[in-house]
């Protein structure tokens, strides 16, 4: 028997199995048991299989994931557009109306686990991303604020993907 192959067949399985995004509000029950299920199975996986890739931290951070967009690093530090290259894609990447609570994004998770790191004392990694966004955006609409030509934006031509 190959055991590489069946360690890798068993690893990309696993690995599917980590990421689930989240429901939007309107969601039916049914999917929202899922979601909880889910969480409650992993533990039970990780020590099964040692091959899951998921701390103790990761899965601390799943059983009280953000509770908005606003307080999720990782749908702060994204910028997502759709297909057409224009139209943004808010309040997270999942868009819509996502029910946080629900979420078990592996990246949400893994930088919401970051940002509980303690840097210094009480001083978390969280503490000082929300301060530097905050900052940036400030700055961001400051420089609008005093921008020569105020709204003034490149126009781009049409995204053709076929050309004739």
Known sequence: MNHAFKATAHENKIRRWQTFTPPQRSAHAAHCGLVLHWRAYLRQLRLKYPILEMPEALLREMGHPPRSPRECIFARTTETISADLRTPITPCQFGGNPDCGQCGCIASMG??????????????????????????KGWRSLCRTFSRWPGLQAELPPFNIIES
Do not use: E, N, P
């Open 111 to 136: 930088l919401a686990a970051v940002g509980h790191y303690r840097v210094l004392g009480t001083l978390t990694a969280g503490h000082l991303f929300m301060a530097s966004d905050r900052l940036g």
